[in-house]
Structures are given as structure tokens and as C-alpha cells.
């Protein structure tokens, strides 16, 4: 993977109290929470491990909505249609 390619995907930050913490003495660690629809994006993502990144982060929505742009339609009743739910909090 070219060290110039960006890799795209939807995640949240973690609702949790350690979404955001101290790392050391001077810096900070970010948990994401991803859907499993983006699991293509990771893949592509993990190839970067080792490499210093240039990171950029843009709102999206409110956490907890599927963004229409990229989420699939569900039935009701569908048996999977928490299975892939975005950004619960």
C-alpha cells in the first residue's frame, strides 16, 4: 500500500470513560469503535501499522444514526438488524 493512500471509513469515538486518554507523558490515545461493515477499510488500515499517520477527522452525524450515504436499508424484524448497527452509545 502507497504510503500516500488514504484509507476511508465511518467509526466513533468510544463512549466509554477511556475513549480518549493520557498515553504516556506526553501524548494521548484514541479508542475507535468501528462497524463491522467497515471491516474491508480495517484490513487496509492495519497494512499502515508502523507508520506514522496523518490523521484528519470529520462529523459525520450524530452517534447512534446510519449515515444513508453508506448504510445498508433494513427490513423490520430482520434477525440481523442489530448486527451492524452504528456507533451505539
Known amino acids: 500500500m502507497a504510503g500516500d493512500e488514504a484509507v476511508t471509513f ?3 469515538i468510544a463512549p ?3 475513549g480518549i486518554k493520557v498515553h504516556g507523558i506526553d501524548g494521548y ?6 462497524p463491522e461493515g467497515e471491516l474491508p477499510a480495517v484490513m487496509r488500515l ?6 506514522v499517520l496523518q490523521v484528519t477527522i470529520k462529523g459525520y452525524g450524530e452517534a447512534g444514526e446510519r449515515p ?4 445498508k436499508k433494513k427490513k ?5 438488524e442489530n448486527s451492524d448497527r452504528y ?3
Not at 490515545?29 to 468501528?34: G, M, Q
Not at 492495519?46 to 507508520?51: E, F, G, Y
Open 29 to 34: 490515545r484514541l479508542l475507535l469503535d468501528i
Open 68 to 71: 444513508a450515504k453508506r448504510g
Open 10 to 12: 465511518l467509526a466513533s
Open 16 to 18: 466509554t470513560e477511556g
Open 46 to 51: 492495519a497494512l499502515l501499522r508502523r507508520q
Open 76 to 80: 423490520h424484524g430482520d434477525e440481523t
Open 87 to 89: 456507533f451505539e452509545s
